[in-house]
């Protein structure tokens, strides 16, 4: 099928999800109030108009294309019979706390995926956001153009959108911010980097017209970190086809993974780097029994996400302090393995958890690479592997080196995993011994710029 035979489904199914929000669009808090459900943290609500509207418009894609597969925000992603290979993606209220607070800058948003004559693999085809507090909505077809309309105007013809104006000195940036604490700090931090080149930023809580509004040119570029795939769906499509240009979360629908969306010209931070095949690696979670207190179940060994940082630099610091290395985690050395989010640029980082606590974290790295201390050009080093002082004998440390050394074996140019450990953190030097590494005493390093020597431990391969 072609991009343009979509576009008449899709606004219509985007303008069923409008018009369940319409019907708050009249409202303020003064005069109306809607009740509210939190999801992840406080202040990320949903409510009945998010579900109603997700409602409406499934009910309009299944009546038209029974054999599509259907994703959106509230409910899960339809299983059907014979499926057609085209997939659509719906945010039913993108702003829900404008929505809520009766600020008018929210939308519903309908994207559809699948293959096309130009992009036999998939490509996002067709796209709309209607937002009924503004009268507006906003929609493209792949090399169609975007365009928008205002919708108390039936008759009213359509304005195609040319992007941002270029040459403007008094540049805008929209951006967004996660609920939860770590994720805001990195996102804070990311800003700073970013803002050079800026006369000012907005943050206007509506991914999805965010990048409606850099395809208008009302805004010069959007970029933000952890948004999902029905955030930016008919959005970044509707910006890309303005001429604006745009860079998607290289992990997809941005589940598994977190990661930048980008329209228009913005420099962004590196995304913290993850296990290059985490199928392989980090799917299966190890199970370790309990040997004290109640610390059963299962240890998960995952890629680390900016949402942990606090907890990984906490962990850190109360690991080697307590170890008696550093007074304070004011000491020079402890500020920069304290910086998380640096680290994570620069090398891979694993975290232990168990029931959903943060439980210890390790950071992996080749020889040559910024955080490889003793690592030589056949090894893989891991090195700031911590277990929280305070979760006793919880299977943490087994998990992470086991995963370590399974990592290390699907390098063909990999024959032994290193890493350094204190001298007298004997527990440690019996769960290395125990997994199979060997001391190398003739190998043994110094913190720099510190007296503190650090004993060194090999696991030699024997067959990859």
């Not at 509207?53 to 409910?75: F, K, M």
């Not at 931070?269 to 690696?281: A, F, G, V, Y």
């Not at 190890?286 to 942990?308: C, F, M, Q, T, Y």
């Not at 440690?428 to 503190?452: C, K």
């Amino acid at each position: 099928m072609k991009p343009e035979d979509f576009l008449e489904l899709t606004l219509k199914a985007a303008r069923a999800g409008a018009a369940v929000l319409a019907a708050r669009a009249s409202f303020s808090p003064a005069t109306g109030r809607i009740e509210t459900d939190s999801k992840s943290a406080a202040g990320d609500w949903v409510t009945e108009f998010d579900r109603n509207a997700e409602q409406a418009v499934r009910e309009i894609l299944h009546a038209t294309r029974p054999h599509d597969e259907i994703s959106g925000e509230e409910y899960e992603t339809t299983t059907v019979e014979n499926p057609s290979g085209y997939r659509w993606s719906i945010d039913p209220l993108d702003g829900t706390v404008n929505f809520v607070r009766g600020i008018p800058f929210f939308g519903c948003s309908v994207a559809v995926f699948g293959p096309s004559d130009h992009a036999p693999d998939g490509a996002w085809l067709a796209g709309a956001v209607v937002a009924p507090a503004l009268n507006v909505e906003y929609f493209a077809t792949r090399g169609g153009g975007a365009w928008m309309r205002p919708t108390q105007d039936d008759d009213a013809a359509p304005v195609r959108l040319h992007g941002p104006d270029k040459t403007s000195d008094a540049r805008i940036l929209a951006t967004g911010l996660g609920y939860d604490a770590a994720r805001r700090a990195y996102q804070v931090a990311a800003l700073a980097e970013m803002l050079p080149g800026f006369a000012n930023i907005r943050r206007l809580g509506s991914a999805a017209l965010d990048l409606c509004l850099v395809a208008e040119g009302k805004i010069d570029a959007y970029a933000e970190f952890g948004t999902q795939e029905f955030d930016w769906a008919a959005g970044a499509l509707i910006a890309e086809e303005s001429g604006t240009p745009v860079r998607r979360p290289a992990s997809g629908d941005g589940t598994r993974w977190p990661d930048w969306m980008v329209a228009g010209q913005v420099n962004v931070p590196k995304s913290p780097r993850r296990t290059p095949d985490p199928q392989s690696i980090l799917d299966d979670p190890i199970k370790h029994k309990a040997e004290a207190g109640n610390a059963s179940g299962v240890v998960v060994v995952r890629d680390a996400l900016p949402d942990d940082y606090l907890e990984i630099r906490r962990i850190t610091h109360d690991a080697y302090i307590s170890g008696g290395y550093f007074g304070s985690a004011e000491e020079p050395y402890m500020q920069r393995v304290g910086n998380v989010s640096d680290r994570h640029e620069d090398a891979l980082m694993w975290v232990a958890e168990r029931d959903g606590q943060v439980v210890g974290s390790v950071t992996i790295a080749r020889a040559g690479e910024k955080w490889a201390d003793i690592a030589r050009e056949d090894e893989l080093e891991f090195r700031l592997l911590a277990v929280d002082p305070n979760v006793q004998r919880s299977g943490a440390g087994s998990a992470l080196v086991e995963r370590i050394v399974a990592y290390a074996k699907t390098f063909p140019d990999v024959n032994r995993v290193s890493l350094t450990t204190g001298a007298d953190w004997l527990p440690a030097h019996a769960l290395y011994e125990r997994l199979g590494f060997t001391r190398v005493p003739e190998r043994d390093w110094f913190v720099p710029g510190t007296d503190i020597k650090l004993i060194v431990y090999v696991y030699e391969i024997a067959e990859h």
